[in-house]
């Protein structure tokens, strides 16, 4: 198991950016890949982006492909998202999450979590 703690959050201007950072800390030669996911009040938990540790491949949802960016930085044992072009839309707590298994475009296959980071998009 790991540990996961989100920063970067906050405030900003509808077109705006913000970079969000998820230290991932303890057995983390486990981890297969890294995601990131967000929910909004009243909403269900989206799936956002992830990243493998070991190539780097990355994967995104359709509604921020394009506007975010995610990468790793495997020496700091962190992961970023990038969001530029931010919409009201976007606004959310987001989630960085860990699984161990190669099915990591699987959503259900994250079970280690963070306690999230919000992030809030002004129109």
């Known amino acids: 198991q790991v540990g996961l703690v989100e920063s970067g959050g906050g405030l900003v201007q509808a077109g705006g950016s913000l970079r969000l950072s998820c230290a991932v800390s303890?057995?983390?030669?486990?981890?297969?890949?890294t995601g990131w996911f967000r929910q909004a009040p009243g909403k269900e938990r989206d799936f956002v982006a992830a990243?493998?540790?070991?190539?780097?491949?990355?994967y995104y949802a359709d509604s921020v492909k394009g506007r975010f960016t995610v990468s790793r930085d495997s020496a700091k044992n962190t992961v970023y998202l990038q969001m530029s072009s931010l919409k009201p839309e976007d606004t959310a707590g987001y989630y960085c999450?860990?699984?161990?298994?190669?099915?990591?475009?699987?959503?259900?296959?994250?079970?280690?979590w963070g306690q999230g980071t919000q992030v809030t998009v002004s129109s």
């Open positions: 303890g057995r983390t030669y486990s981890t297969y890949a």
């Open positions: 990243i493998t540790w070991r190539s780097g491949d990355t």
């Open positions: 999450a860990a699984t161990y298994t190669s099915r990591w475009t699987l959503e259900t296959s994250y079970d280690t």
